[in-house]
């Protein structure tokens, strides 16, 4: 396998041979950790890490995966560079593409990683935008494979706001990789029906399929994997919370849904969590909304606090495994010399 020269910046782009080949090489990078076996495969090398958004996981993987594989990197946060104010992505691309050798992105529009990628000359990785969350993805199934073995014949629900980034992102890979996938949410928030039609055709070929509902029950119904995330996403207007709040607030992950799902179940959540009332904007939602939907009252939205701290919840395992899976792209990006 050789994807030296290959930016990440949608699971759309990735074979499932490809994929699981990623994945492999997570699961090695890990075992070296673990071993404390150094792994500087890239020393000489050069990242720069592109943040529009805010991040802890996303930045924190990138930077302490580049340390351990030995390269040097510049971190470039919401202020403080030229990009989109006085220069324009493709001559930030142009730019940044001359002085080091990858180039991650976290932003807004998918369409200024896909620039980067294409005038930059090096390989680009997608930390995120408001359609994608591909390096998310790979972490959420090396911890499926750590738990379950296997992701053949998993049964996966995805559960809330389901035409985000991981809504989508999350879709995808299961289609490729065999995987039922139900999502659960109102019709409204479903992704776009092209991205639906699309992942059903890749489904078909890897045997899996493709679900919607909006019957919360039918949807968990013996499920191995619910997943959750974030109501209202980076980049969204405030003012979104109270639509969203009545669209989604009977969709909070309880014990009684985790009950409906399989004896095995894991709940999974990218991260961050509103779970209780230790948060600034959890706190201030709880005060704004508890009399009118009882179930945020505590701070707790897509799920609570109960779920999040049981032993069916592996939000940490995800968590560290960003960092492995994200190593993997970088190295598997940068050299064909592993
Ligand atoms: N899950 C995730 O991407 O987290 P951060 O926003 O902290 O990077
Ligand atoms: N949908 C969330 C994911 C955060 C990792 C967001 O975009 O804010």
């Not at 109102?186 to 092209?194: D, F, H, I, T, V």
């Not at 309880?254 to 706190?283: Q, R, W, Y």
């Amino acid at each position: 396998m050789n994807l030296k020269g290959r930016s990440f910046n949608t699971l759309l782009d990735f074979t499932k041979q490809e994929i699981e080949y990623l994945l492999d090489l997570s699961e090695q990078l890990k075992k070296e950790k673990r071993e404390n076996k150094a792994h500087k495969h890239l020393e000489g090398k050069n990242v720069v890490l592109l943040f529009q958004k805010d991040s802890t996981r996303t930045r924190c993987a990138f930077e302490a995966g580049a340390y351990d594989l030995g390269m040097g990197v510049t971190y470039l946060g919401p202020s403080g560079s030229q990009m989109g104010k006085k220069e324009s992505i493709k001559d930030t691309a142009r730019v940044l593409g001359r002085m080091y050798d990858g180039i991650q992105f976290r932003g807004y529009l998918h369409s200024d990683v896909e620039q980067l990628a294409a005038h930059s000359g090096v390989p680009v990785w997608n930390g995120l935008t408001d359609m994608y969350h591909p390096t998310q993805v790979l972490a959420d199934f090396l911890t499926m494979k750590e738990n379950f073995g296997s992701l053949k014949n998993l049964n996966f629900t995805y559960i809330g706001d389901a035409r985000n980034n991981m809504g989508n992102s999350l879709m995808i890979g299961c289609a490729k990789l065999g995987i039922n996938f139900t999502g659960v949410a109102p019709k409204a928030l479903w992704p776009e029906s092209s991205l639906i039609d699309h992942c059903k055709n890749l489904a078909k070929d890897s045997g899996s399929q493709i679900k919607f509902t909006e019957d919360k029950w039918q949807g968990t119904k013996n499920t191995d994997v619910i997943y959750t995330d974030v109501w209202v996403s980076m980049g969204e207007a405030k003012e979104v919370w109270e639509k969203r709040l009545e669209e989604l607030h009977e969709y909070q992950v309880d014990k009684a849904l985790m009950e409906n799902a399989s004896k095995k179940a894991i709940f999974m959540h990218c991260l961050p969590a509103f779970h209780g009332n230790d948060t600034e904007i959890g706190a201030q939602i709880a005060s704004a909304f508890g009399k009118l939907y009882p179930r945020v009252k505590n701070g707790e939205m897509e799920v609570t606090d109960e779920v999040i701290e049981s032993q069916q919840s592996k939000v940490f395992d995800e968590a560290e495994n960003r960092m492995h899976t994200i190593k993997a792209v970088m190295l598997a990006t940068m050299t064909d010399k592993i």
